[in-house]
């Protein structure tokens, strides 16, 4: 079997990192794997040529007409049995009318669940064999949006649990964030837009504060409102409170540090980040939509809230910020979850799964 891959994203954040578990995967399993994506993105440089041969293309965005083209020529120079369209920054609009004017079976992932207009629905849609879905959530609005269910299918994105099995350097953590040796810390890991709903737990901050004078929340994350959220905290007078603490590589190190995650987002596919937390260890509260429920289960490995819902997020930080052992005990529910449901070897296998019905099927008929 070979499948060529389309990736467009520059960084490895969580559908890049993806990607790159299912093509190692992969090539354990003995599929020959190519890969499309931008010159000198994070993942062409990082998979090896033992994965997939990479083809490191020009990419400007959801508007370059010529990357159908450029696509073209690829597929034409590898022959694959299926083309797969990975992320969203042009590759699956473009990539979906190259693979279908190649003549190419062509399967999508789908990773975020804001609705589309119908009309782009139905001509987009069109475009693809099959539609794989990374949360059950997800799922769920394609069906209602009127994508088709026997195009569709459900595979969760995965995390590499034994990753995140580390413990916590205090002294190293505390120097790091500047901050005092009886701290109580809880994070939000989620790019800097408005959706993730940095805003919510904001207000929230000074009850909380009140509760816990101790408390110190680090946002970590770049993106358009870090001045919003800059001066809001300078607004409300948060200083020394909340911290913006940017883009970090080394989260592996940094959870274990933390006493909970909070991700107040109103919307998620399924949050990558909520993976990683709970895979080492830590109690999460998140918002009941997406497939953020997919991860946390209410009173089981943390919280769920209703979306915008500031005194509710507020009652559930201060409940699991006040209760050590509880925190304890849904940090170790929550691991035992990601290494029963969201492993990387089921994520691989169900992405395969989808690759052998669908070539069967063609073959047969």
Known sequence: MKILHVETGQHL??????????????QQHGVESHLVCPIGSAIGRTVKESVAEVYEVPMRGDLDLGFIWRMRRIIRQVEPDLLHLHSRRGADLLGGIAGRWSGIRTVLSRRVDNPEPP???RLKYALYDRVIAISQGIADVLLEEGVAAEKLACV????????????CDKSWFRAEFNLPEDTLVMATVAQLISRKGHRFLMQAMPRLIQRYPNLRWLIFGKGPLQEELRDEIVRRGLQSHVQLAGFRQDLAEIYPC???LVHPALMEGLGISLLQAASAGLPIVAVDAGGMPEVVEDGVNGRLVPGGSVEVLGDAVEQLLGNESLRREMGESGREKMRRSFSVEQMVEG???????????????
């Open 351 to 365: 992405n395969l799964a989808v690759y052998q019905g669908l070539l069967n099927t063609d073959n047969a008929t």
């Open 258 to 260: 933390l006493d909970l």
């Open 119 to 121: 009309a782009v629905v």
């Open 156 to 167: 969760r994105s995965a995390v590499d649990v034994e990753a995140y099995q580390k413990s």
């Open 13 to 26: 954040y969580g559908g890049a990192k993806q990607v790159s578990y299912l093509l190692a995967g992969l």
